[in-house]
């Protein structure tokens, strides 16, 4: 390296489908040079403008190569279960947060977490790790979101709502305030949820009704 250049940073996605390439023009507009790793056969994975270098099983071995981890999972379980196993690797879990999203400097963002294009995070929101606020979602002052939530695009949450581990807000979804989503729930597209939905939940509908609910 010649003397007065900076080395790019060097940021490892697990998982290299679909979801994985909002991460990675997410991390590409913020400097980062990406390399993927998937363990789904190369023909079934979309590379696109990046290589893909080998399987998340390889990453682990070749953790210190890299200057953060991400991970381009959508799947809440699959997500946060990687998450954990590459922390006990020592591995840095970057937050990625889109320059085209707005977030409030009172709010507080764990790690791996990612924030896309259009977003919105407001005043005192608390995001615990390995969170999605994925394009165009809004989440308002004061709310909480627990480890592992996906809000998916379009989706909207009033204030002071608390958001449980693993739960996903379905695209175009919304949450009126004050209300308390449980653990392990899923919020059905489109649906406007005015009460509190219990674990373990699916919710759908306008006002959104419990479908089912497992112990």
């Known amino acids: 390296m010649e003397y007065g250049m900076i080395r790019p940073r060097k940021l490892a996605i697990a998982g290299f489908g679909g979801h994985a390439k909002v991460i990675a023009d997410t991390a590409h507009t913020l400097g980062w040079v990406i390399s993927g790793f998937d363990d789904a056969p190369t023909d079934h994975v979309n590379k696109g403008v990046w290589s893909l270098c080998g399987t998340i099983g390889e990453l682990f071995s070749r953790i210190h190569e890299f200057d953060g981890i991400a991970i381009g999972i959508g799947d809440n ?124 939940t699916l919710v759908m509908g306008v006002p959104a009704r419990a479908i089912n609910q497992n112990p």
């Open 77 to 200: 379980y699959i997500r946060l279960k990687l998450h954990r196993e590459f922390l006990t690797y020592g591995a840095r879990l970057e937050s990625l947060v889109h320059p085209h999203a707005s977030v409030s400097q009172f709010t507080s963002i764990a790690e791996g977490c990612a924030v896309m294009a259009g977003s919105v995070i407001n005043y005192g929101a608390v995001i615990k790790d390995s969170c999605i606020i994925n394009t165009g979602a809004t989440v308002d002052h004061e709310c909480f979101l627990d480890t592992g939530v996906h809000v998916c695009p379009g989706a909207h949450l009033a204030g002071n709502v608390t958001i449980g581990e693993h739960t996903l807000i379905g695209i175009g979804a919304a949450v009126i305030q004050g209300v308390k989503i449980g653990k392990n729930s899923i919020v059905g597209a489109g649906a406007v949820v005015i009460r509190d939905v219990p674990d373990n």
